[in-house]
């Protein structure tokens, strides 16, 4: 059962508590949109709650994201280019960074990376560091050597080719390793090896970068795509992945057309796999062999507004849960852009699926604060609001 409530709104009283106990006993005898097995050997909830907390900053474009550092939250406008800082409960903590603040000439705002000295701002192909207190320390450049020639790149890509790749831009995410590196996703686009007319592209390109933290450099490029995409000819629109990386160092990767999740060790090791297809996905992807429709941006939207796929991942190796969310598809024509398409949350324990719940369009959990789960997604533009959830199991 998912709950969705306000702030102002008060938990289950006893009534609802009873409904709940008769749906549970309805669940076993008949199929529901949500099963949820009540097994408390194997975990200690049945049901989530998502709370929406509206927080004020001086001002607001509705064009940004959130992100967790310990128990705080930071709201970063990339219009106006500042983050700010607010407790989990939305109290406000001030403004902590600016563009164009300092000697260091921050630029602009593509993430804001949370590390074990304090924060990285990541502009375009630019690192910025900075200490706990935002003093800046130092900045480094993106660079992905090349042992090869640009001759030999051109003429006869291979994955293993460092020199090939760049960032992937879409739903960015760079996080601080264990041993102190970075680890990033990676794309390539290239003129006979790419995901438009290339199969090699499915079968050999690398999806993570690690990165050395001090030069800047791609040091290595691991984890090709899943055997999954060889089920079909070329799926462009739906090359793209999420990961996670646990305090033991382990990699979870999800796929976009693959409804497993893939665990990988610290040298790079496929340890294991699990997971579970989506509801009612719709998986007749557009597929297309012409390097021209790249330059067709209508085309990427319209496919992900109305296709299904496998989007965000969070690990809680704590309590050994996975939250996995995912898009529906839909066949409504009137929808403005991919987060009005039908977003769901996967959550596994011990590997098992045990919830499958609706949740808001722009929901992404972030990281977890107590017992409470911080997720990203509340914009309201046309109200001029914006917030973060709260996602606690009951």
């Not at 059962?1 to 106990?21: D, G, H, P, Q, R």
């Not at 020199?163 to 290239?190: C, I, S, W």
């Not at 499915?202 to 999954?228: C, F, H, N, Q």
């Amino acid at each position: 059962m998912l709950m969705v409530v306000s702030k102002n709104k008060k938990a289950y009283n006893k009534w609802a508590f009873l409904l709940f106990l008769i749906l549970i006993s309805l669940f076993s005898c008949q199929s529901n949109e949500i099963k949820i097995t009540n097994d408390s050997k194997s975990f200690e909830w049945s049901q989530i709650s998502i709370d929406t907390l509206e927080i004020a900053p001086s001002r607001a474009s509705q064009l940004g994201f959130f992100q967790v550092k310990g128990s705080a939250v930071y709201y970063v406008d990339q219009a106006y280019g500042f983050i700010a800082e607010f407790t989990q409960y939305g109290d406000s903590k001030g403004v902590k960074k600016r563009e164009l603040d300092g000697p260091e000439e921050l630029q602009g705002i593509s993430e804001l990376i949370p590390t074990l000295e304090g924060f990285i701002i990541r502009h375009d192909w630019v690192f910025y560091y900075y200490d706990h207190d935002w003093n800046f320390l130092r900045k480094s450049v993106l660079q992905f050597p090349s042992s090869v020639s640009y001759d030999e790149i051109m003429d006869n890509p291979k994955g293993e080719y460092i020199g090939m790749y760049e960032l992937q831009n879409y739903n960015a995410r760079t996080v601080e390793l264990p041993d102190g590196d970075l680890l990033t996703k990676l794309d390539v686009e290239h003129p006979i090896f790419n995901a438009f007319i290339s199969r090699a592209y499915y079968r050999d390109s690398r999806v993570l970068g690690k990165i050395d933290m001090l030069s800047g450099k791609v040091k290595e490029i691991k984890i090709t795509r899943p055997a999954t995409y060889e089920a079909f000819n070329f799926v462009p629109f739906h090359n793209k992945f999420d990961f996670d990386v646990t305090n033991t160092n382990l990699i979870y990767v999800t796929h976009e057309i693959d409804s497993l999740i893939y665990v990988y060790d610290q040298d790079w090791n496929l340890k294991e796999s699990f997971g579970a297809a989506g509801k009612e996905m719709n998986t007749n992807y557009t597929q297309s062999q012409n390097l021209d429709v790249a330059f067709e941006s209508n085309h990427f939207y319209a496919s992900r507004k109305s296709e299904g796929f496998y989007k965000d991942i969070f690990v809680d190796e704590e309590n050994e849960l996975v939250f996995r969310t995912y898009r529906q598809g839909s066949d409504r024509q009137d929808l403005l852009d991919e987060t009005y398409n039908p977003l769901r949350l996967q959550i596994f324990k011990r590997n098992k699926l045990i919830g499958d719940y609706s949740v808001p369009g722009k929901f992404k959990i972030l990281g977890k604060v107590g017992v409470q789960y911080i997720a990203d997604g509340f914009f309201d533009e046309q109200n001029e609001k914006q917030g973060f959830y709260i996602l606690i199991l009951n």
